[in-house]
């Protein structure tokens, strides 16, 4: 008889590293949601500040359910908690979280999910950047840059496809950690093995602000293959 998988949510940054964690746990889980912690407002994402309506459609190109949890930072682990438990509620049992090597965010993570009875599961754990970023392209993930540390990289990385000629010229950059762990750069998944459609982005702009550089998306769509 097939083991039955655990029922599980997806901690949810629309970015590269939560969906390889995402496809790697499809394999052993049974993943029923993405969960997004977003601003008290409700318009962007607490992680990475992409519009919460940007998110909504990433979700249904999935075609996974998405909940957005209102937050601020000083509330953070109240309001996760608090999700996470409605989440066990509905008979969720594991959380999947796309950390690679910070320690201090691993241990947060495995404590928070311990006091609300679910298990953390941490997929890409402790793995080679470069390994990872050439599965994610080798499954057929695309994904775009859309947030840049301009002490580190310039706008002209805005809206960059993450290829092999990206990691070719990010290697170049001296200093700089190809996974992006020291938020040198952001991206947003737009296409993929988890994914059902693909994500168009209709309307954007680059924006530059004192530490970052951000390519704002104020609308896309998700539309299927081949239109």
């Given at each position: 008889?097939?083991?039955?998988?655990?029922?599980?949510f997806v901690?949810?940054?629309?970015?590269?590293?939560?969906?390889?964690?995402c496809?790697?746990?499809?394999k052993h889980?049974?993943?029923?949601?993405?969960?997004n912690m977003?601003?008290e407002d409700?318009l962007?994402?607490r992680?990475?500040?992409?519009?919460?309506?940007?998110?909504?459609v990433?979700?249904?190109?999935?075609?996974?359910?998405?909940?957005?949890q209102?937050t601020?930072?000083?509330?953070?682990?109240?309001e996760?908690?608090?999700?996470v438990?409605?989440?066990k509620?509905?008979?969720?049992e594991?959380?999947?979280f796309?950390?690679i090597?910070?320690a201090e965010?691993?241990?947060?993570?495995?404590?928070v999910c311990?006091e609300?009875?679910?298990?953390?599961?941490?997929?890409?754990?402790?793995?080679?950047?470069?390994?990872?970023?050439r599965?994610?392209i080798?499954?057929?993930?695309?994904?775009?840059v859309?947030s840049?540390?301009?002490d580190?990289?310039?706008?002209?990385w805005l809206g960059r496809?993450?290829?092999?000629?990206?990691?070719?010229?990010l290697?170049?950059?001296?200093?700089v950690?190809?996974a992006g762990e020291?938020g040198?750069?952001?991206t947003?998944v737009i296409?993929?093995?988890?994914?059902?459609?693909?994500m168009?982005?209709?309307?954007?702009e680059?924006i530059?602000?004192?530490?970052r550089?951000v390519?704002?998306?104020?609308?896309c769509?998700?539309i299927?293959?081949?239109?």
């Open positions: 008889m097939e083991k039955r998988k655990l029922r599980a901690s949810w940054s629309g970015g590269k590293d939560a969906a390889l964690s496809y790697r746990a499809m889980y049974e993943i029923s949601c993405l969960l977003v601003s409700g962007t994402s992680a990475h500040g992409v519009r919460t309506n940007v998110l909504r990433q979700a249904d190109a999935m075609e996974l359910p998405i909940i957005q209102k601020s930072w000083e509330t953070y682990e109240r996760f908690k608090a999700a438990s409605r989440l509620q509905d008979g969720i594991a959380g999947i796309g950390d090597d910070l965010h691993r241990e947060w993570v495995e404590r311990r609300v009875g679910v298990a953390a599961v941490l997929p890409i754990w402790e793995e080679k950047r470069d390994d990872l970023l599965e994610f080798d499954e057929g993930f695309e994904a775009v859309i840049v540390r301009n580190v990289l310039g706008t002209e496809i993450i290829d092999f000629c990206f990691m070719a010229d290697s170049k950059m001296e200093g950690d190809m020291n040198e750069y952001h947003l296409s993929g093995p988890i994914f059902k459609k693909r168009r982005i209709v309307q954007s680059n530059i602000q004192a530490a550089s390519l704002d998306i104020a609308a769509e998700a299927r293959a081949g239109r």
